[in-house]
RNA sequence: UGACCCAUGGUGUAAUGGUAACACAACUGAUUUUGGUUCAGUCAUUUAUGGUUCGAAUCCAUAUGGGUCAACCA
């Protein structure tokens, strides 16, 4: 029977959660004896940046190691010098480290080149791998389709020393590239088409990130994966669906090598809608500018995720709440966004910002000004407050005031009143226009009795609007970004996913001013812009321009029921 | 005209032969100095057909649908 593990769900308590499939087969492993802890690992190649799929099996495989006694490595598969680099490597730590795990060793499968020569060794000696002098093209020709067998190619007969001798050469450098391979002799015949005597090594003159020259000859995946898990004794190698075809090749290698037995169980990866996942598809869109970097916050990468304003917490509840099986699947972004406001909610500083500034003048509102206070968070009662100043003269957005008001708006209107919070009830009296008919500004009166936590005016007001003080404002800058891709799944349209981005996934807003508080706004603090959603200072923020990233939206009720009409 | 994997509300996951559930989304309402938060509630699910069984989402068969496999990529 299937138990149920106790998970600790906040300081409030112990929550019951269902496992997952991996959990089971863990939790039946160690209970059968089988193993007393366990090893997994979290293998990236280094040719690209980390996105939100990696988060997914990141946090599952350091998740089960934190869950049950055992440890996870970091490990590079770096065996095609070609596509990787040292830049992506850093990276890759960067982000892991960020997410919030830490791997008990360091290791490359480069670090393993010597011994996996060996293993070649050992398999042709054992008569199960040749070295074939065909081209790709004649190789192609022989290999067969999923629905024909392949044929023998005629190198398949080389004697044992005739193989040993030409893989040697091949190591020492004799060969230019792409002119022999050595290949398992598994089954040209074989329905599973990766056992159709599958390539091992291949001749690459290239520079290597870490082992440099010295080698001219490199593993394929195949034939470094499994055997990597094998040497670092990982119990269980997760990895997702499109590898199941490889288990077959992966068991057949550790038996015949007569290796440590790793396993190998696939998951489907997560999938998100309104995006794209694929290392290839975010390179493009970086190289072809359609984003400025890997960084930009609209990539799904982690550190675009990290600069847009997303928490570390906030990714791995949604890697836990969107949970792991063996179906495809596309997950919602709403769910990652549900988790992102879940957290800000708890954590961010609440500050006024007026993005489309309309202004107001309190016409009975005499003398200079005063400070006002504001909490800083009604959710963190130990939060504190911060000053807020008030004057006669002061901005409100210009969508919470609405001429002719339909009944349902109570924001500010002609004759109407509203709370601007933190501070007083005003009353519209007048509206000013220029010679264009558009609105310029507003003149109202306050109620000098109704003063936020001193309110002796018995008035109640339905709207409360966020605002600024002319004087003291600050200017800042705001970009708004929304989902990079106007269909649920670019890659499933018509022609090139590309044409399917959104033209208005980054708005500026140039003309934002700020309450003075935010000059002092600091990289680590997540804000809320009340009303307005939350945001964080962007990198690119100078002396003479403070810049905020919009994370998401605050979740907009008011949107909703005018888009019912 | 192959092999392998998969199929549960709109979405993502549970239920491991014994009352189909949780979260998100959506929708009502209450509270609210953020049309936020919070709270209460509503809606909605086993791809199909057979079989085994006292009893099937679960086991078996067939069908259907989706996915993967023919890089010297990983």
Known sequence: MPEKINQPAGPAGKEERSLNFLEEIIENDLKSGKYKSIVTRFPPEPNGYLHLGHATTICLNFGLTKTYPGYTNLRFDDTNPVTEETEYVESIKEDVKWLGFEWKNERYASDYFDQLFEYAIKLIDKGLAYVDDSTSEEMAALKGSPTEPGRDSVFRSRTIGENKDLFVRMKNGEFPDGSRTLRAKIDMAHTNMLMRDPILYRIKHAHHHRTGDKWCIYPMYDFAHGQSDSIEEITHSICTLEFVPHRELYDWLIEKLEIYPSRQYEFARKNINYTVMSKRKLLQLVTEKHVQGWDDPRMPTITGLRRRGYTAESIRDFCERAGIAKRENIADIGLLEFCVREHLNKIALRRMVVFDPLKIVITNYTGGGEVLHSENNPEDPQGGVREIPFS?????????????????????????????KSAYIIKCEEVIKDADGNITQLNCTYIPDSKSGNDTSGINVKGTLHWV??????????REYDRLFKVEDPTDEEGDFKEYLNPDSLKIVSTALAEPSLAKAKFDDRYQFIRKGYFCLDKDTSASRVIFNRTVTLKDGWAKETKKG
């Not at 006669?392 to 601007?420: C, T």
């Open 392 to 420: 006669n003269e002061i901005y409100i957005e210009r969508d919470d005031f609405m001429e002719n008001p339909s009944k349902k708006y109570f924001r500010l209107a002609p004759g109407q009143m509203v709370r601007l």
């Open 469 to 478: 003080s002319l004087k003291t404002a600050i200017s800042v800058e705001i």
